[in-house]
């Protein structure tokens, strides 16, 4: 009866062991911002990355809360090449949470003023987009209740790996 009972246990962790295993994907819609989702991209995207079970290096993959807030509020950091201890922090900030965001180096002066227009303010370097949601200029109480609301967890779970231009 012992063997019969080890059997059963083996054949149990052999069926569930591809059930943790999950798919998630990551594109950019026309937007440009990206999208995590378990669903696969719509057609119209032809470049799109697929995580299974553990995303690249091992590191598991974006908790649910996570990959609910980043479906539904996408981040978005706007900074610029000479922005420097600002976007350090605010980068320091986003990765501090975990939040995966995708980041906008402005490179001329036409993006800048369009980007600005649509914050409602000249100076916002660094700016954040949550959803549809804007913040002009780095002001970490602000940005936390904008990421709170949205449904991003406080703190990053161990492992979590940087977002962002200067990550890699």
């Known amino acids: 009866m012992p ?34 989702s378990d669903q696969p991209p719509p057609p ?8 299974e079970g553990h995303a690249r290096g091992g590191e598991p993959p974006l908790s649910y809360a996570v990959r609910q807030a980043a479906e539904k509020y996408p981040v978005t950091l706007y900074t610029t ?54 913040f002009p200029g780095f002001e970490a109480n602000s940005w936390n209740n904008l990421l709170d609301l949205a449904g991003y967890p406080r703190t990053a779970p161990y492992g979590s790996k940087p977002s962002g231009v200067f990550s890699r």
């Open 81 to 134: 090449a000479n922005c420097k201890e600002s976007c350090a922090n605010a980068r320091s900030l986003l990765n501090g949470r975990g939040v995966p965001f995708s980041e906008k180096l402005l490179t001329g002066q036409e993006e800048y003023t369009e980007i600005a227009r649509q914050m409602g303010n000249e100076a916002f370097i660094p700016g954040l987009r949550v959803g549809a949601q804007n």
């Open 44 to 51: 119209e995207i032809k470049v799109f990355e697929t995580v």
């Open 3 to 36: 063997a019969f009972r080890s059997f059963l246990f083996c054949a149990a962790i052999a069926i569930a062991a591809p059930c943790g295993a999950q798919t998630t994907y990551r594109w950019a819609d026309k937007t440009g911002q990206t999208v995590y």
